[in-house]
């Protein structure tokens, strides 16, 4: 059930997830050797733009949005989602 009710979320989401993880990806990802870098880097930002810590749901959506994302950097700085990511279809959406 809980699975089911993530799904649900992240779905609802996925769109402004990907809107704001744009907004903030260049700056979080500067420096960033590592996925875990940047991640550790948009979670605070994440929790000041909210005010508050983050939901379980919300951490594991960041993961999962930052994970793809730096899964198709290129040398150009440019991203697409990797559709063969096994939670993206071929529009880069969940499942």
Same mark, same amino acid.
């Given at each position: 059930?809980?699975?089911?009710?993530?799904?649900?979320?992240?779905?609802?989401?996925?769109?402004?997830?990907?809107?704001?993880?744009?907004?903030?990806?260049? *700056?979080?990802?500067?420096?960033? %050797?590592?996925? =875990? /870098? %940047? *991640? #550790?880097?948009? &979670?605070? %930002?994440?929790?000041?733009?909210?005010?508050?810590? =983050?939901? $379980? #749901?919300?951490? #594991? =959506?960041?993961?999962?949005?930052?994970?793809?994302?730096?899964?198709? #950097?290129?040398?150009?700085?440019?991203?697409? %989602?990797?559709?063969?990511?096994? &939670?993206? /279809?071929?529009?880069?959406? $969940? *499942?």
């Amino acid at each position: 059930m809980a699975g089911e009710q993530y799904e649900r979320y992240a779905k609802a989401v996925w769109t402004k997830a990907q809107e704001w993880l744009a907004m903030h990806w260049a *700056r979080a990802a500067e420096r960033a %050797v590592t996925a =875990l /870098d %940047v *991640r #550790q880097t948009l &979670r605070s %930002v994440a929790a000041n733009d909210i005010n508050r810590h =983050l939901h $379980p #749901q919300e951490e #594991q =959506l960041l993961s999962e949005i930052v994970h793809a994302r730096w899964a198709t #950097q290129d040398t150009s700085g440019s991203s697409a %989602v990797d559709a063969s990511d096994r &939670r993206c /279809d071929e529009d880069g959406e $969940p *499942r």
